[in-house]
């Protein structure tokens, strides 16, 4: 295993460094073994993604079944947390059997996992597939209840804006919003929600070099893997920088900053 405090304590580059799905280049996403991974390699911060199963329970999985990641036809909709023994989510599309047997966790095991690394900041994001918005009220506290070992380090986002002011007003949790388009009307509308951070999809920032719009928040933008793109981004006022290849893009980013670049 690696050196965790070495990790944690090595030189940082010009922005900080979100695992997306945890260090998803190399390990089936959104698993235990993939968050410790990135803690592991210097991540700044990790993000999860959040369904919700049929008792209620928060899982940490993307997609609404399990099809992709554990090769099932199952609904997340449709489990219960006394039937997730057994169901390994090892990608095999990807990585064949060589993670066979990587459990769907649920968000309290993750965050008692993430609760070993305490300077790493954690996003949580609740997805909208599985989130009836007549009990959001009752998802976002039981996210900030089973997640409560993390303390100050978690952040609940969201496509939802009600999830935004629920984090806000309900649970007394920083938040923030993932913008559907970066426009005019969606940044106004930022300024109303006041959330602590915005996040936005690489490909909808305008295509120029000027600098993003203040606001009382922090910009973290994804998916990006080049180091070129992480400083030009960084250049335009951008706090956080999410990826799925945290280990390279950290090395690539602490290579230009020992080269003076």
Same mark, same amino acid.
């Given at each position: 295993?690696?050196?965790?405090?070495?990790?944690?304590?090595?030189?940082?580059?010009?922005?900080? /460094?979100?695992?997306?799905?945890?260090?998803?280049?190399?390990?089936?996403?959104?698993? /235990?073994?993939?968050?410790?991974?990135?803690?592991?390699? !210097?991540?700044?911060?990790?993000?999860?993604?959040?369904?919700?199963?049929?008792?209620?329970?928060?899982?940490?999985?993307?997609?609404?079944?399990?099809?992709?990641?554990?090769?099932?036809?199952?609904?997340?909709?449709?489990?219960?947390?006394?039937?997730?023994?057994?169901?390994?989510?090892?990608?095999?599309?990807?990585?064949?059997?060589?993670?066979?047997?990587?459990?769907?966790?649920?968000?309290?095991?993750?965050? &008692?996992?993430?609760?070993?690394?305490? !300077?790493?900041?954690?996003?949580? &994001?609740?997805?909208?597939?599985?989130?009836?918005?007549?009990?959001?009220? &009752?998802?976002?506290?039981?996210?900030?209840?089973?997640?409560?070992?993390?303390?100050?380090?978690?952040?609940?986002?969201?496509?939802?804006?009600?999830?935004?002011?629920?984090?806000?007003?309900?649970? !007394?949790?920083?938040?923030?919003?993932?913008?559907?388009?970066?426009?005019?009307?969606?940044?106004?509308?930022?300024?109303?929600?006041?959330?602590?951070?915005?996040?936005?999809?690489?490909?909808?920032?305008?295509?120029?070099?000027?600098?993003?719009?203040?606001?009382?928040?922090?910009?973290?933008?994804?998916?990006?893997?080049?180091?070129?793109?992480?400083?030009?981004?960084?250049?335009?006022?951008?706090?956080?920088?999410?990826?799925?290849?945290?280990?390279? /893009?950290?090395?690539? /980013?602490?290579?230009?900053?020992?080269? !003076?670049?």
């Amino acid at each position: 295993m690696a050196d965790q405090t070495h990790a944690r304590h090595a030189p940082s580059p010009s922005v900080r /460094l979100i695992a997306h799905r945890g260090y998803a280049a190399h390990y089936p996403e959104n698993t /235990l073994s993939a968050f410790r991974a990135a803690a592991e390699a !210097g991540a700044d911060a990790v993000e999860m993604d959040i369904q919700v199963c049929a008792d209620g329970t928060p899982l940490v999985i993307h997609d609404q079944d399990l099809q992709r990641t554990a090769n099932r036809p199952d609904y997340v909709s449709t489990l219960r947390a006394s039937a997730l023994e057994g169901i390994s989510v090892h990608e095999p599309q990807r990585f064949g059997t060589r993670f066979l047997g990587e459990p769907l966790a649920t968000l309290a095991q993750v965050s &008692e996992c993430l609760a070993a690394y305490p !300077g790493l900041q954690v996003f949580i &994001e609740i997805k909208h597939e599985t989130a009836d918005e007549a009990r959001l009220p &009752e998802i976002v506290k039981r996210v900030a209840d089973e997640s409560a070992v993390l303390g100050d380090n978690r952040v609940i986002i969201s496509f939802m804006e009600p999830v935004v002011q629920l984090t806000q007003a309900v649970a !007394g949790l920083r938040s923030g919003w993932v913008l559907p388009l970066f426009s005019r009307s969606t940044l106004e509308r930022a300024t109303t929600l006041a959330p602590d951070f915005l996040f936005c999809d690489r490909v909808k920032l305008p295509a120029d070099d000027h600098p993003l719009p203040a606001g009382g928040w922090e910009w973290a933008v994804y998916e990006v893997v080049d180091p070129t793109e992480a400083l030009a981004l960084a250049a335009r006022g951008v706090n956080h920088i999410e990826t799925m290849a945290v280990g390279e /893009l950290r090395e690539a /980013l602490a290579a230009r900053t020992d080269n !003076g670049g």
